[in-house]
């Protein structure tokens, strides 16, 4: 049963998440997490960390690893949750895929007509809207701490994302780096 809960779940987030990886997480987020209650907040977070660190785009890295963990969680063993994995992937993929074979044509022949430009126009802000929903979705008390928990914790992670915020948008500081640089900082600050 939870396989194809996961294959109807990633299906529709493949279809209607506009904007690429990032712009799904909180698609993701909100099914896995919240709807469906297949992770918790924290392992999440940690599945969106491991994504952003391995090769390949984040929204599938994020598939897989929640396909995987899901079925773990429902108490199967290590065979299945790689089937979860697949079904994960696979549901997520498969709608662009559908979809690029169908339009690919059409769109090459109307792309310069107006209506065709309008459309996308119009999904830049849409797309902007996701990613930015992306993160404030991911500024919990589990990744942040809070003040009243742990003031320490929560003041050196405002500050490690100021400055990597500050680093990627105008010391233009490779992401790559910056996210090593935070991990040391975290290593060295906050244990």
Not at 7 to 24: A, D
Not at 31 to 38: A, S
Not at 91 to 107: C, T
Not at 154 to 171: K, P, Y
């Amino acid at each position: 049963m939870i396989f194809l809960q996961l294959f109807l779940t990633f299906f529709e987030i493949g279809l209607f998440g506009f904007g690429g990886g990032y712009g799904m997480l909180s698609l993701i987020q909100t099914e896995v997490v919240h709807n469906h209650q297949w992770l918790s907040s924290a392992e999440f977070t940690n599945i969106v960390a491991i994504s952003q660190m391995t090769p390949g785009p984040i929204g599938i890295n994020s598939a897989t690893y929640c396909g995987y963990t899901a079925v773990m969680n429902s108490g199967m063993g290590e065979g299945m949750a790689m089937l979860g994995s697949v079904v994960a992937t696979t549901a997520l993929v498969l709608p662009s895929f559908i979809l690029m074979i169908l339009i690919a044509k059409m769109f090459l022949k109307y792309m310069d007509t107006p209506v065709v430009r309008d459309i996308f126009s119009g999904l830049r802000p849409a797309v902007v809207g996701l990613l930015a929903a992306a993160t404030l979705l991911l500024m919990t008390s589990d990744n942040f701490s809070s003040w009243d928990i742990n003031p320490w914790r929560f003041c050196i992670s405002v500050a490690l994302f100021a400055a990597t915020f500050v680093g990627t948008m105008w010391l233009k500081i490779s992401p790559i780096r910056m996210i090593g640089y935070a991990a040391f900082a975290g290593l060295l600050l906050l244990y």
